[in-house]
Every structure is written in structure tokens, then in C-alpha cells.
């Protein structure tokens, strides 16, 4: 059965036909493995908003050289990639007070407020994760963006879905040796 | 069944389903499913984390299409442009240190996107610039940045200041100063020192960096001529090609530095219209047509917590000037500390034995001293006396023989004891965990610091075993707060 889904390849064409809509449905596809690449090659989760904002503009704006109009995942990933590197660039000449470094910041869930345990476990996951090597950040956050589907993330990265996982596992396992003992002390502290 | 390892843990709480057996354990043992919930918890807020992105989802998309629609729509970018974008996102740091500062390296990136791209009626001009710095020998400019912060808590004000001297074929001198200023300025302030660093490099020779605020040097590798031909602006401009970056508006002429000087605003065609990229200042000597000064503004006010303003000016540029082959000796400066790291074989043995020799006399522990950025406390005199004392008390069982033998030994680690202090001097680019690592930690690191070449750290373990680490490696070793304000080297560090 046919989906009636439109495919890249026709929202590229109405986009560049005037169609604003049909780039916000490209965003929809791809705004999560694009998240997970700006997040991941940069190590800055609290600025990945604006990255993601800047690689979808320049999408937009270079949409015309695009080759091959049903690659765009892969090209948008590319993009992504760039603004991600040009990050990381950013947050080093922060270190030489050029600019204050950005403090990590999680933000309050809406639904109550977070304890400060909460909020500092999370900034401690947060602080853990930019230390692994960046395709296992890449692939933690395209895991858990694309919520737990290992399959799609696995070919919005252009991985076989084994090496995939084996990836996240290996990121989560060396994650959970960076973080668990220090909770462990933590806790140890506080009885 | 023996407990399950932690991978086989993650691999459960990760993809369940398809380890039977493994479960099986986790049911029966207590130890395992707890580890597992410990697991469990940190996967739960991995998810957490990231389930606050999806929340935004619709609002940040909304932002995207509102901002598309100011925009024109997706029109033809130039090959050129896009080269352009490619070449100055590709700079490395240590690329920018060879060309000569790592903050005037955007501007000179800037200027060959200028001399680069010409307009159709600049071309001949252009041209003519772009000839005249090909032959360049040599230069100086100075570099004046002024980034303030001025929205926050944290308002301030910081201002760097670089002088660069550059000789063919690889000769370079630059001293950066940087200023730190609360805003508004309190009355009379004249602002917090933060750096005052000096670099000389001269070719066939190890370069030498100066901390002239911590009164201290180390030395460097000499920087690879090949490295510094590819990044150098004599080298860019061998990469020209044709581009067509808009000349935005033309300023006229005037007298600039005791010289008649045409100005152009440029356009670079940055993607985001607000960027300085897009009206930048170039000012050229009519008579020479080599730029005598060039400035851009940048700022991002959009954002109440966190808002800046950034200004660069590269000026007083001078081109084939005489310089006195002494400007670039890498010369030691008197009655500073040298903190230059070991880069041999031999002295990393020395380290070794006189460590060895500690873990001996005190029942398997190393000199419990504390070691962070800014103090440390490994002071080798301290050290050996200490071991003095350690080894008249295991002597007291021995005779006078092995007693003396003993005293000996101590007496010979001293150039080892010396080569650490040295090294730890350096306390921000440098690790010591005597106070928690002993000899039965093979695993961990008790001392580290940069290797000489690559960006990678020499590092010894509790065991003593020393081996070069790449940076991923030392990355996974050392606590993650180490790692994360790991201290940048590009001041010391041209290689890397």
C-alpha cells in the first residue's frame, strides 16, 4: 500500500515553489536527528535550541543546493555537523574569557517544579555526557529523541541498526561509570 | 551463573528482550537488579531530559516558519561563497595560532574573503592588493577586541590586545593582553589583568611561550613550517580564486595613519543579515594597496540573561618591514619559573624511579600532596627530606650498610623529584592524585600532562606504567570536572 505521506523529495519542491508549510514538515521529520547532531558535535545540550533554529535557516536558504531533492536528511545532517563545529569553536575561545563559558542549564519541567536533587542529577548526567567521544553523544541523544527507536535513529545516522545500539550501550555503559559511583558517594555522604 | 558485567546490564535495560539467560540472573540476584535499578534510573533521565525538548516542539517550529517568512526565498548560493565558508570554518586552532593570534586569525579570515571576492568594478583593485601581499616578508599589526557583556548578573566588559610580528618563512612574536572590566566600570577602575602571554617562535628552533603575569615559560616545538606556510596570509592568498562577495557601500578616501586610504563596507553574504560578517570596514593604502586597517561590529541583544557586543579592529597593519632577527629568540626570561614539561624518555624514567623509591619507604602511597590549577603542593626539597626521614625509620630494623644504601638512593631520585615540581608548576595544564591514587591503582592516573607533539597527554599510572594517551583516552581517565574546564593550550601548545 502507498503511504500518503509526501517524500522529501515533493516538499523540497514545494518549498521552493513558495510553500512555507512543507519546509515546517521537513522540520517535523528532521528536527530531532538534527538536535541530536548539534547536541552531540558541539557537547552543548543548553544551546542546542539556537543551533537547531540555525541549521533549518540555512537549509532554507540553500535549498536550491540540495542535489537530489530526496537526500535531504542526509544533507540537513551535514548542515547540522557544521553548526555543531562552529559551536564547539565558540565554546573554546569561551574558556578564554573571550565570552563567559555558558552555564549548563536545565529547565523546570512544567508540570511541578524540580527538586534541587533532581535538577542536579540531571546537570550531573548532562556534565558526564559531554565527556564521551561525540558519536556516542550523537547516538544517547538520537536514542532518547527519537524515543527509544533504534531503528529510525539507526538510519537517520546512516548506521546498521546492531551498530547502533552497540554504540548506545557502550555510551549508556561508560555514562553509568562516570555517574553512578559518584551517587553512590554522594549518598554515602549524606547517610 | 557469575554476575553480569555492566555492559551486559546496560544491554538489558537498553534493547530487552533478547537475553533470557541474563534476565534470569538479574531475578535471582540481588546484587544485579540492583545495579540494574541504579541503571534503570540513569536511562530514566536520559529520557527526561530529552523529553523536554519534544515539550517546545511546536513553538520553536512556529519561531522557524515565522523567521522564513521575513527571509527571501531559497535562492542560488555562489560555488565561491560557499569555498569561502568552507576554508575559514576549517581553521584549526593551532592554524589560527600560526597565523598569528587566534583572535586576529577571524580577522585576516575576514580580510581574504575580502581580497577574495570582488565585485566586477573593484576587480583590478583587488587584484592589485592580492599581488602585493603574495610578495609580502613580513608585517606586524596590532588587534584591539572588545566583548562586552551587558545584559545579567555578570555584566562586564573584556578587552584583548595582540601585537604580531611576522617574518618569512616562519618567524612569529605575539603578545596578547586581556583585560576584564565590571559594567558599568566603578569610577577610576582600570579593570582585572587576566592574561599577559607572549609566544616566539623562530624557524629551527623550539618556540617558547611567557606568562609574564605568573612569571613563568615553557618551552615549545619549533612550529612546523609547512603548518604555518598553510594558515599563514601570504598562504591563503595563494588560494584565491574568483568570488563575489558585494561591496556594500564605498567610504571615499581619507588620511589614515599618515596615509591616503580608500574604504569600502562589505558584504560577506553571511547567513544571518544582523551579522558584523555583513558590514565590514576595509580601509587600503591607495599608494600600496595593502589594507592599512579593518573593523566589524557583532551583538546578540536578542536575549534578555545573556546578551553581547563584540568589536575588532586589526590596524596599523604594515607590510615588508625591517625586524631585527632577535625580535623572534625564543630567549628564557630571567628570574621567571621554567615549567616546561618532560618530553623525554630518560626524565619520565627519572620521575618514575624517584616515585617508586616514595611508594618503598611509605608502605605502597606517593607524596599525599594537594594539586589543583593555580597552587600546587609537590615541592621536591619537601619531598626528599620527607624521604630522608622515612628511610632513617626503615633503616632502624636494618644495618648500617642497607642504611646507608637506603640514604643513597634517596639522594639519588632528587633530579626526579625535580623534574615533577617543575612540571607541576604549570598547575593548569598539568594532573597529580597522590592523595587518593597508590600504587595498587593500575588503572588510574597519578600524574599527567601534555605531550609534546599531537594533542594527547603523557600520563603515569598508579602502577607507575607511563604511556602517551590520546585526548579521547585521557578524557575517559580523569574526573569529568578536570576534563571539563580542562584548560586550553592553545597558548602553549602550537601542535596541537
Same mark, same amino acid.
Given at each position: 500500500?502507498?503511504?500518503?505521506?509526501?517524500?522529501?523529495?515533493?516538499?523540497?519542491?514545494?518549498?521552493?515553489?513558495?510553500?512555507?508549510?512543507?519546509?515546517?514538515?521537513?522540520?517535523?521529520?528532521?528536527?530531532?536527528?538534527?538536535?541530536?547532531?548539534?547536541?552531540?558535535?558541539? *557537547?552543548?545540550?543548553? *544551546?542546542?535550541?539556537?543551533?537547531?533554529?540555525?541549521?533549518?535557516?540555512?537549509?532554507?536558504?540553500?535549498?536550491?543546493?540540495?542535489?537530489?531533492?530526496?537526500?535531504?536528511?542526509?544533507?540537513?545532517?551535514?548542515?547540522?555537523?557544521?553548526?555543531?563545529?562552529?559551536?564547539?569553536?565558540?565554546?573554546?575561545?569561551?574558556?578564554?574569557?573571550?565570552?563567559?563559558?555558558?552555564?549548563?542549564?536545565?529547565?523546570?519541567?512544567?508540570?511541578?517544579?524540580?527538586?534541587?536533587?533532581?535538577?542536579?542529577?540531571?546537570?550531573?548526567?548532562?556534565?558526564?555526557?559531554?565527556?564521551?567521544?561525540?558519536?556516542?553523544?550523537?547516538?544517547?541523544?538520537?536514542?532518547?529523541?527519537?524515543?527509544?527507536?533504534?531503528?529510525?535513529?539507526?538510519?537517520?545516522?546512516?548506521?546498521?541498526?546492531?551498530?547502533?545500539?552497540?554504540?548506545?550501550?557502550?555510551?549508556?555503559?561508560?555514562?553509568?561509570?562516570?555517574?553512578?559511583?559518584?551517587?553512590?558517594?554522594?549518598?554515602?555522604?549524606?547517610? | 551463573?557469575?554476575?553480569?558485567?555492566?555492559?551486559?546490564?546496560?544491554?538489558?535495560?537498553?534493547?530487552?528482550?533478547?537475553?533470557?539467560?541474563?534476565?534470569?540472573?538479574?531475578?535471582?540476584?540481588?546484587?544485579?537488579?540492583?545495579?540494574?535499578?541504579?541503571?534503570?534510573?540513569?536511562?530514566?533521565?536520559?529520557?527526561?531530559?530529552?523529553?523536554?525538548?519534544?515539550?517546545?516542539?511546536?513553538?520553536?517550529?512556529?519561531?522557524?516558519?515565522?523567521?522564513?517568512?521575513?527571509?527571501?526565498?531559497?535562492?542560488?548560493?555562489?560555488?565561491?561563497?560557499?569555498?569561502?565558508?568552507?576554508?575559514?570554518?576549517?581553521?584549526?586552532?593551532?592554524?589560527?595560532?600560526?597565523?598569528?593570534?587566534?583572535?586576529?586569525?577571524?580577522?585576516?579570515?575576514?580580510?581574504?574573503?575580502?581580497?577574495?571576492?570582488?565585485?566586477?568594478?573593484?576587480?583590478?583593485?583587488?587584484?592589485?592588493?592580492?599581488?602585493?601581499?603574495?610578495?609580502?616578508?613580513?608585517?606586524? %599589526?596590532?588587534?584591539?577586541?572588545?566583548?562586552?557583556?551587558?545584559?545579567?548578573?555578570?555584566?562586564?566588559?573584556?578587552?584583548?590586545?595582540?601585537?604580531?610580528?611576522?617574518?618569512?618563512?616562519?618567524?612569529?612574536?605575539?603578545?596578547?593582553?586581556?583585560?576584564?572590566?565590571?559594567?558599568?566600570?566603578?569610577?577610576?577602575?582600570?579593570?582585572?589583568?587576566?592574561?599577559?602571554?607572549?609566544?616566539?617562535?623562530?624557524?629551527?628552533?623550539?618556540?617558547?611561550?611567557?606568562?609574564?603575569?605568573?612569571?613563568?615559560?615553557?618551552?615549545?616545538?619549533?612550529?612546523?613550517?609547512?603548518?604555518?606556510?598553510?594558515?599563514?596570509?601570504?598562504?591563503?592568498?595563494?588560494?584565491?580564486?574568483?568570488?563575489?562577495?558585494?561591496?556594500?557601500?564605498?567610504?571615499?578616501?581619507?588620511?589614515?595613519?599618515?596615509?591616503?586610504?580608500?574604504?569600502?563596507?562589505? #558584504?560577506?553574504?553571511?547567513?544571518?543579515?544582523?551579522?558584523?560578517?555583513?558590514?565590514?570596514?576595509?580601509?587600503?593604502?591607495?599608494?600600496?594597496?595593502?589594507?592599512?586597517?579593518?573593523?566589524?561590529?557583532?551583538?546578540?541583544?536578542?536575549? !534578555?540573561?545573556? #546578551?553581547?557586543?563584540?568589536?575588532?579592529?586589526?590596524?596599523?597593519?604594515?607590510?615588508?618591514? !625591517?625586524?631585527?632577527?632577535?625580535?623572534?629568540?625564543?630567549? !628564557?626570561?630571567?628570574?621567571?619559573?621554567?615549567?616546561?614539561?618532560?618530553?623525554?624518555?630518560?626524565?619520565?624514567?627519572?620521575?618514575?624511579?624517584?616515585?617508586?623509591?616514595?611508594?618503598?619507604?611509605?608502605?605502597?602511597?606517593?607524596?599525599?600532596?594537594?594539586?589543583?590549577?593555580?597552587?600546587?603542593?609537590?615541592?621536591?626539597?619537601?619531598?626528599?627530606?620527607?624521604?630522608?626521614?622515612?628511610?632513617?625509620?626503615?633503616?632502624?630494623?636494618?644495618?648500617?650498610?642497607?642504611?646507608?644504601?637506603?640514604?643513597?638512593?634517596?639522594?639519588?631520585?632528587?633530579?626526579?623529584?625535580?623534574?615533577?615540581?617543575?612540571?607541576?608548576?604549570?598547575?593548569?595544564?598539568?594532573? %597529580?592524585?597522590?592523595?587518593?591514587?597508590?600504587?595498587?591503582?593500575?588503572?588510574?592516573?597519578?600524574?599527567?600532562?601534555?605531550?609534546?607533539?599531537?594533542?594527547?597527554?603523557?600520563?603515569? %599510572?598508579?602502577?607507575?606504567?607511563?604511556?602517551?594517551?590520546?585526548?579521547?583516552?585521557?578524557?575517559?581517565?580523569?574526573?569529568?570536572?578536570?576534563?571539563?574546564?580542562?584548560?586550553?593550550?592553545? %597558548? #602553549?601548545?602550537?601542535?596541537?
Amino acid at each position: 500500500m502507498e503511504s500518503n505521506q509526501p517524500t522529501n523529495a515533493d516538499l523540497v519542491t514545494a518549498t521552493l515553489a513558495g510553500n512555507r508549510e512543507a519546509f515546517g514538515q521537513l522540520y517535523d521529520r528532521y528536527v530531532r536527528i538534527v538536535r541530536a547532531v548539534v547536541a552531540g558535535v558541539s *557537547g552543548d545540550w543548553p *544551546g542546542a535550541d539556537d543551533m537547531v533554529q540555525e541549521t533549518f535557516l540555512r537549509g532554507y536558504r540553500n535549498l536550491t543546493t540540495l542535489r537530489g531533492a530526496d537526500r535531504f536528511g542526509a544533507w540537513v545532517v551535514g548542515i547540522a555537523r557544521q553548526v555543531g563545529r562552529e559551536r564547539r569553536r565558540t565554546l573554546r575561545r569561551d574558556r578564554h574569557e573571550f565570552r563567559d563559558p555558558q552555564p549548563w542549564l536545565i529547565e523546570s519541567p512544567a508540570d511541578g517544579e524540580m527538586s534541587v536533587d533532581d535538577r542536579d542529577q540531571l546537570e550531573l548526567v548532562l556534565r558526564s555526557m559531554s565527556q564521551l567521544e561525540e558519536r556516542e553523544r550523537i547516538a544517547i541523544h538520537a536514542f532518547y529523541l527519537e524515543q527509544q527507536d533504534g531503528r529510525r535513529a539507526a538510519d537517520l545516522l546512516g548506521l546498521s541498526r546492531s551498530g547502533f545500539y552497540a554504540l548506545v550501550q557502550r555510551a549508556v555503559a561508560r555514562l553509568a561509570a562516570s555517574v553512578l559511583p559518584r551517587e553512590r558517594k554522594e549518598r554515602t555522604v549524606e547517610q | 551463573m557469575t554476575c553480569l558485567t555492566n555492559e551486559q546490564i546496560v544491554k538489558l535495560v537498553v534493547q530487552p528482550g533478547d537475553e533470557v539467560a541474563l534476565a534470569a540472573h538479574i531475578d535471582a540476584c540481588d546484587a544485579c537488579r540492583s545495579k540494574m535499578q541504579e541503571v534503570r534510573q540513569l536511562t530514566d533521565r536520559l529520557a527526561a531530559i530529552h523529553s523536554e525538548a519534544e515539550r517546545t516542539h511546536a513553538v520553536a517550529r512556529a519561531q522557524l516558519l515565522a523567521k522564513i517568512s521575513t527571509i527571501d526565498a531559497p535562492a542560488k548560493k555562489t560555488a565561491a561563497v560557499t569555498w569561502f565558508s568552507q576554508q575559514i570554518s576549517r581553521l584549526t586552532i593551532r592554524q589560527r595560532l600560526a597565523a598569528g593570534g587566534i583572535g586576529l586569525t577571524g580577522a585576516f579570515g575576514i580580510l581574504l574573503l575580502i581580497i577574495f571576492a570582488s565585485s566586477a568594478e573593484r576587480l583590478s583593485a583587488m587584484e592589485r592588493m592580492a599581488k602585493q601581499l603574495r610578495e609580502v616578508t613580513s608585517f606586524s %599589526y596590532e588587534l584591539e577586541e572588545i566583548s562586552d557583556r551587558i545584559t545579567g548578573d555578570n555584566r562586564r566588559s573584556i578587552k584583548r590586545n595582540d601585537v604580531v610580528y611576522w617574518s618569512a618563512p616562519a618567524s612569529l612574536r605575539a603578545t596578547t593582553k586581556i583585560v576584564k572590566l565590571p559594567l558599568p566600570p566603578p569610577p577610576g577602575a582600570v579593570g582585572e589583568e587576566t592574561v599577559d602571554v607572549e609566544e616566539i617562535y623562530t624557524k629551527g628552533h623550539r618556540g617558547i611561550l611567557i606568562d609574564h603575569k605568573r612569571r613563568q615559560f615553557f618551552r615549545t616545538p619549533e612550529m612546523p613550517p609547512d603548518d604555518f606556510d598553510d594558515s599563514s596570509p601570504v598562504n591563503w592568498l595563494q588560494r584565491m580564486s574568483k568570488g563575489s562577495v558585494k561591496i556594500v557601500a564605498d567610504l571615499g578616501t581619507k588620511q589614515l595613519y599618515g596615509n591616503l586610504a580608500h574604504g569600502y563596507v562589505v #558584504s560577506l553574504g553571511h547567513p544571518d543579515p544582523k551579522s558584523g560578517q555583513n558590514a565590514i570596514h576595509l580601509w587600503v593604502d591607495t599608494e600600496t594597496d595593502l589594507p592599512i586597517e579593518y573593523r566589524y561590529e557583532e551583538s546578540d541583544t536578542s536575549d !534578555e540573561v545573556d #546578551s553581547w557586543k563584540s568589536v575588532m579592529r586589526a590596524y596599523n597593519c604594515r607590510w615588508n618591514i !625591517e625586524l631585527d632577527d632577535e625580535l623572534f629568540l625564543p630567549m !628564557e626570561p630571567a628570574g621567571y619559573d621554567d615549567t616546561t614539561w618532560p618530553r623525554d624518555e630518560k626524565s619520565v624514567a627519572a620521575m618514575v624511579d624517584a616515585l617508586r623509591l616514595y611508594a618503598v619507604l611509605s608502605g605502597g602511597h606517593y607524596p599525599r600532596v594537594s594539586h589543583k590549577p593555580g597552587v600546587t603542593g609537590f615541592h621536591g626539597d619537601e619531598i626528599q627530606q620527607e624521604m630522608f626521614r622515612l628511610a632513617a625509620s626503615a633503616a632502624q630494623s636494618q644495618n648500617e650498610k642497607k642504611a646507608a644504601e637506603l640514604h643513597q638512593q634517596v639522594e639519588q631520585v632528587k633530579a626526579g623529584l625535580d623534574l615533577i615540581t617543575r612540571a607541576l608548576k604549570n598547575s593548569y595544564h598539568t594532573g %597529580y592524585y597522590g592523595m587518593e591514587v597508590t600504587h595498587n591503582d593500575n588503572e588510574k592516573l597519578l600524574m599527567w600532562w601534555p605531550a609534546d607533539v599531537g594533542d594527547g597527554y603523557q600520563v603515569i %599510572y598508579g602502577d607507575l606504567r607511563a604511556e602517551n594517551l590520546p585526548l579521547a583516552e585521557w578524557f575517559k581517565l580523569v574526573p569529568p570536572d578536570v576534563a571539563a574546564s580542562r584548560t586550553p593550550l592553545e %597558548y #602553549s601548545k602550537p601542535n596541537e
